[in-house]
């Protein structure tokens, strides 16, 4: 099943490639959630789905408890009234100064699914500042959420920094780590998905991190590109490494092959 929000770096894309490489075990945890590509799509008993993104885990809360209801609530944003400029920024404003965490909550895929292809940024004071996408009919995910709601009978979400979940593994979980993607070059660092950068100091603190569970018995999994840097930060993990097509944004609609990356650390 497809995620129900837009995200850079979901994994949709390659979830077979990464399933396979996922040992069996009793719960999945998975420190850098995004738009929860991997959880959708594997059969774990249990799982435990962090991600630093306030907003994000809110959202997946209010729809694990409301269900039916909380999307009612969120089509009632994708009436066609509210696809105009004047309208996205009013509610881009609202969400932004809103303490009603519901209306937040359905807002940020009202936001997902009307600005500027799904782009997820906030500026310096945490506020979110995409641009309107003028898409001609944003679709409203009703079928994804619902999959998604009921596969959240097994899920616990946590808002947390992926320090803070990766220490809440225990024998028996398997961790899937999808960390901010590295640079490719130099010039396309890309930090944008939450108001706090992840750089290569973070980089390394996760391969440490998954080198002690792996000495404890847990196997850890993190995707990443394939660059000479990571290469050498899992030279201790067993690497799966192929191609991916991708768009890159800085030259309009050109396709191109990216080499990515599964660290097995076991
Ligand atoms: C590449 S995306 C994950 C994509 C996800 N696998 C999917 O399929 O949609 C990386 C995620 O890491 C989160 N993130 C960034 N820094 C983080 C941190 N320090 N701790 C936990 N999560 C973080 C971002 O909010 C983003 O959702």
Wanted: with cysteine.
């Amino acid at each position: 099943m497809k995620p129900f929000l837009k995200w850079a770096g979901n994994k949709y894309q390659i979830i077979e490639r990464i399933s396979a490489a996922l040992p069996a075990g009793k719960r999945l945890v998975e420190p850098f959630l995004g738009s929860a590509a991997v959880f959708l799509n594997t059969h774990y008993s249990a799982y435990l789905l962090a991600d630093i993104n306030a907003d994000l885990i809110a959202l997946y809360q209010y729809l694990q408890t409301e269900g039916q209801c909380f999307i009612d609530y969120c089509r009632s944003f994708f009436d066609p009234a509210y696809n105009t400029e004047a309208t996205f920024y009013q509610q881009r404003h609202l969400f932004n100064a809103t303490q009603d965490l519901r209306l937040k909550a359905a807002l940020f895929i009202y936001l997902n699914k009307h600005c500027f292809n799904g782009l997820c940024r906030y500026n310096s004071s945490g506020n979110f500042n995409t641009p309107f996408g003028k898409s001609a009919k944003p679709y409203f995910p009703e079928k994804e959420m619902v999959y998604f709601q009921k596969m959240a009978a097994k899920a616990s979400f946590s808002h947390a920094d992926f320090i803070t979940t990766m220490r809440a593994a225990r024998s028996g979980d398997i961790v899937y780590c999808d960390p901010p993607y590295v640079p490719l070059s130099s010039t396309a660092n890309f930090t944008g998905y939450s108001t706090n950068g992840f750089g290569i100091n973070e980089q390394l603190q996760l391969v440490g991190l998954a080198e002690a569970l792996a000495d404890q018995g847990i196997p850890v999994i993190i995707s990443n590109h394939e660059t000479e840097f990571t290469r050498h930060a899992y030279r201790n993990a067993k690497i799966i490494s192929f191609e991916v097509q991708r768009y890159i944004s800085s030259k309009g609609d050109q396709r191109n092959k990216v080499a990515e990356l599964l660290a097995i650390f076991s």
